[in-house]
């Protein structure tokens, strides 16, 4: 008979969930074109879920509270979808034309600081810095949802069918565990947690990408449409994704009006971001999402090279998922630790595991 894990020395467990970890992500990234509907229909569902139960509880039918959320929601997908397409499209067709000027303006700077006495090889420069590369990444990142967007039909069907199980959810979780309350509590801190997140986020990012939106178009820079989008869009990406958001526009802004109008634009994205993201933000989501700061960039990197543009969109909601997975267990809550921003240690006592403990 084979030994049992716990009999397992310390190094042969490593060992063993370090090798299904590896399995597990290598085959998550492989499913990725499968799995990224799926993700955007649970979060979908998390976000839609309490508005379904609200409906509900004043008398509302189920069928038709699910049928009036589904419709609203399916509306504005459709028409991001379409904003995204469009513009993208129109964009990348532009994109050879932008980025052989911006590479002219960039031999122009070369020019300049050579003549006052700061040459810089051409060829290096254009190694290490194409400014094209912000233009082509935007456009790559909104094609990717755009692509996800496009199974519109599975993923709101799906939506409908997690909609109707959820009233039915705590039920099967008091029969399923025996430490029902406790599962219970659990399920539901998650669902509340993930959902007060994705819904402050999506209000955030919706004013987000307006004001961008709006302040680009005053400035006449071409893709106005495109750039509230991509920001509303990557304000959801924690700590980079503004700055990415901003980029694109400001290099657009330069080719088009000059240096003094990019300024203004990068002024703009600085106010608003700063407004967003240092006081309507906090003001309303808490001061902190029970992650460490160095987690929350890390996981960023993390989900997009496994799933891609969807991935860091929801980088976050993965890893609160994965956080509260393993304080669930007694041998992995210190991961969970580890993982969080140390605030809720303040009251907490320390625990200390000696080696009589471990023997």
């Not at 074109?33 to 799926?38: G, M, Q, V």
């Not at 580890?338 to 240690?345: F, M, P």
């Amino acid at each position: 008979m084979a030994p049992k894990l716990t009999q397992w020395s310390a190094s042969s467990r490593i060992l063993l969930v370090t090798s299904a970890f590896v399995i597990v992500v290598a085959g998550m990234k492989a499913a990725a074109p499968i799995l990224n509907p799926f993700l955007m229909s649970f979060f979908i569902a998390i976000l839609c879920a309490p508005v379904v139960n609200r409906l509900v509880a004043v008398r509302v039918p189920l069928g038709l509270a699910i049928f009036f959320v589904i419709a609203s929601t399916l509306s504005f997908s459709l028409l991001l979808g379409s904003l995204i397409s469009n513009s993208v499209q129109n964009f990348s067709e532009q994109l050879p034309e932008y980025r052989s000027r911006l590479m002219e303006e960039s031999a122009n700077v070369l020019g300049w600081l050579d003549r006052i006495g700061l040459p810089a090889p051409q060829d290096s420069f254009t190694q290490l810095f194409d400014p094209g590369i912000a233009m082509q990444l935007a456009a790559n990142t909104l094609t990717g949802i755009g692509s996800v967007l496009a199974n519109t039909f599975l993923i709101f069907l799906t939506v409908v069918f997690m909609l109707m199980e959820s009233h039915i959810f705590p039920k099967k979780i008091r029969y399923a565990f025996k430490d029902a309350e406790a599962s219970l509590g659990r399920f539901q801190l998650f669902m509340w947690s993930v959902n007060q997140y994705l819904a402050l986020k999506t209000l955030i990012s919706l004013g987000t990408g307006f004001f961008i939106g709006f302040f680009v178009w005053l400035f006449d820079v071409d893709y106005a449409v495109l750039w509230g989008v991509l920001a509303f869009m990557l304000n959801y990406v924690p700590n980079i994704g503004s700055v990415l958001a901003g980029i694109p526009a400001v290099l657009l802004a330069f080719l088009q009006h000059g240096t003094l109008t990019a300024l203004i634009i990068m002024s703009g994205y600085a106010c608003v971001n700063l407004v967003m993201g240092n006081i309507i933000e906090p003001r309303f989501m808490g001061k902190g999402l029970g992650l460490s700061t160095l987690v929350v960039f890390l996981s960023l990197i993390f989900w997009g090279w496994v799933l891609g543009p969807v991935g860091m969109l929801l980088s976050i909601p993965l890893t609160m998922i994965v956080k509260m997975a393993l304080e669930t267990n007694k041998e992995t809550a210190w991961i969970s630790v580890i993982l969080g921003s140390g605030a809720e240690l303040d009251n907490r006592p320390s625990v200390i595991i000696t080696t009589e403990e471990n023997k």
